[in-house]
């Protein structure tokens, strides 16, 4: 995109990018909250917990010690001993060593930096591009990570009335010979649901005989960010478990949402078998190259959250269940308003396209989930992020995050029970 009068310009790559929704919806309610007014958040994927303190006390202890110089680029020994151990143990993953395993700036990079490793652009135009497969409503970073790195997304829909989940029917006839990764989230954002061992072993079952049959090339990204928040009696597993793709998935996540760790940016990927080492040492060169690695002083703050926070995140997950269960009550209570009940994460995903058509008191045309969120914050003071960048059914959705005290929640609902009753 050069501009004609000095030749400058940057490059169409990053012009086609949108910028995150759900960050532009948060930074708007916090400009709103600094003029002085009255905003009730549900934007942010963050929760409002506090670090647990013996996370806090391993960082300063690093730091008070010295430990302030450049780290092993993909993390140092101990930490990735940790991790390995971590999800041998909790996760049932086969053969994960340190060696397989690469930390990062936060599940993002990780996620960016697997892509990276996994695709590769057309050599030329007349190239039909790699396919990256991806359920929708997916988190809004999947298909622009998947795009810059050269790939084509291919959605899967899915909808409320499946609890937002693919069937492994749907799977098996998106896989063609191109198809180079299939992106799980569960639990998911921005739905709020997550799927079952069983319906994961299935899912796991169709691209084991597609990889046989037509694409070999075939990996599994499996982002379990939000693996320890669940709450609805479905137990997490870890689709890498399945023995029959053990070596074609990869695994990402962090410590973010379940550790109350969203400004340390903690994330990391690991593989397992010969593939996996082969990607960690991908991942690590290309992080070479951005980064170098997280800082020295985190990485006992790692350990310390793998090794002694356990009731810590038990505690806030108990807290997460009691909210998905008030937030979820107020919703059913508005006519109207579709929204599976949330199984995990701390998000519930509401469809409000029965209000589109209608008008605001204000004027506002509500034609979309877009309209409905603006008007929504600008004349009820409520901030919730439109689906449209979360595709599929997205459109027809919002989301909130009950990632906030059950107090503030009920206020929230009855807010939007009034906004919509305003609406003719």
């Excluded at 930490?79 to 993953?93: G, H, M, P």
């Excluded at 379990?224 to 074609?248: C, M, Q």
Aim: charged residues 20%; proline residues 7%.
């Amino acid at each position: 995109m050069a501009n004609a009068a000095t030749g400058l310009g940057l490059s169409e790559r990053v012009a086609r990018i949108k910028p995150s929704s759900t960050l532009a919806v948060g930074q708007r309610a916090k400009e709103l909250k600094a003029a002085g007014v009255d905003v009730l958040s549900f934007a942010a994927g963050e929760p409002d917990f506090a670090t647990p303190e013996p996370v806090c006390t391993a960082a300063k202890t690093a730091i008070d010690e010295g430990l302030t110089r450049y780290a092993p680029v993909p993390g140092d020994l101990p930490t990735r001993q940790a991790i390995a151990d971590k999800l041998v143990r909790d996760n049932q993953l086969t053969g994960v060593t340190p060696d397989h395993v690469v930390v990062s700036t936060g599940g993002k990079q990780s996620l960016y930096l697997a892509f990276q490793a996994l695709i590769d652009p057309p050599a030329d135009h007349a190239q039909p591009p790699a396919e990256v497969i991806i359920p929708t409503p997916a988190w809004v970073s999947y298909r622009p990570q998947a795009e810059l790195a050269g790939a084509r997304v291919v959605e899967l829909e899915t909808t409320p009335d499946n609890d937002f989940k693919i069937t492994p029917e749907q799977l098996h006839d998106a896989v063609s010979e191109r198809s180079r990764v299939l992106v799980l989230n569960s639990p998911s954002n921005p739905c709020g649901t997550m799927y079952s061992e069983a319906e994961l072993r299935d899912i796991a079952a169709v691209v084991a005989r597609a990889a046989q049959e037509r694409a070999p090339g075939l990996v599994v990204l499996s982002d379990e960010i939000y693996e320890k928040l669940t709450f609805g009696g479905i137990p997490h597993f870890s689709i890498g478990a399945v023995p029959e793709i053990a070596e074609r998935t990869v695994t990402v996540n962090g410590l973010s949402k379940a550790y109350a760790m969203t400004g340390w940016r903690v994330g990391y990927l690991a593989g397992s078998g010969d593939f996996g080492l082969a990607l960690a040492k991908a991942a690590a060169k290309l992080q070479s190259q951005l980064n170098t690695s997280i800082p020295a002083f985190i990485q006992p703050a790692i350990r310390a959250a793998l090794d002694q926070c356990d009731d810590d995140v038990e505690r806030m997950r108990r807290a997460f269940a009691q909210r998905a269960g008030v937030m979820h009550h107020a919703l059913t209570q508005i006519p109207g308003l579709l929204c599976p009940k949330p199984t995990g994460a701390f998000y519930a995903f509401a469809d409000v396209s029965r209000y589109f058509g209608k008008t605001s008191p204000a004027g506002a045309q509500v034609d979309s989930a877009v309209s409905f969120a603006a008007a929504l914050l600008d004349e009820r003071h409520m901030a919730v992020v439109p689906g449209e960048d979360f595709g599929g059914c997205g459109p027809r959705c919002i989301r909130l995050t009950f990632a906030t005290d059950e107090t503030t929640i009920r206020l929230g609902a009855q807010r939007l029970h009034d906004f919509i009753e305003s609406l003719t």
